[in-house]
């Protein structure tokens, strides 16, 4: 099975993502490390495109894909099954991008391997490129974008799945088990 999760930044994709890859026992791919450098530098979109293609190549069998990402859809929804729609009420989502800001704050953890890129309270708290202000800018964008899609002919091929709590997020990974 081929999956994307997708949904507003805070949500919970790449943690479902990854319960869904497991429970799956299939590769789970991040965006996100595909797309940032060190320094918080982007991928140019040729190199990023062909990483990603890459990335999902490599597990023909199946993959649990975590991102949004909108200019990829063509790579990424040419062969899925599957899209997973968070979409939690804006206070949760904002709630979880808040405490998780401050966790990674906190504990300097960095975000994708080898980058050095951590959340600080500058950029969290005092920039125009702050996940939360992210999140409170693209959270009704990503609903009208995600509803839209649901109805759309171009992708009638996909099983779309609109998760609005946290217990159908894990009920759904409880259906995704396979062996004992």
């Excluded at 993959?63 to 599957?82: A, C, E, Q, S, Y």
């Excluded at 609903?143 to 649901?150: P, S």
Aim: charged residues 25%.
């Amino acid at each position: 099975m081929k999956i994307n999760v997708v949904g507003t930044s805070g949500s919970g994709k790449s943690t479902l993502a990854k319960q869904f890859a497991d429970a799956l026992n299939a590769p789970c791919v991040l965006l996100d490390q595909l797309f940032w450098r060190a320094n918080w530098q982007g991928t140019p979109d040729d190199e990023f495109f062909v990483a990603l293609e890459k990335a999902l190549a490599a597990s023909s069998e199946g993959w649990v894909l975590d991102g949004n990402f909108d200019r990829t859809r063509h790579i990424k929804w040419r062969d899925v099954d599957m899209v997973v729609w968070i979409d939690y009420p804006f206070w949760r989502v904002f709630s979880q991008a808040l405490t998780r800001a401050v966790k990674r704050i906190i504990s300097k953890e960095e975000l994708w391997p080898d980058t050095g890129n951590r959340e600080s309270f500058r950029k969290t708290f005092l920039s125009r490129d702050s996940v939360l202000l992210w999140s409170l800018k693209t959270w009704r964008q990503n609903r009208k974008r995600y509803f839209a899609d649901m109805i759309n002919p171009r992708y009638a091929h996909i099983q779309f799945v609109r998760l609005t709590s946290i217990k159908e997020a894990q009920a759904l990974v409880k259906s995704f088990k396979v062996g004992p």
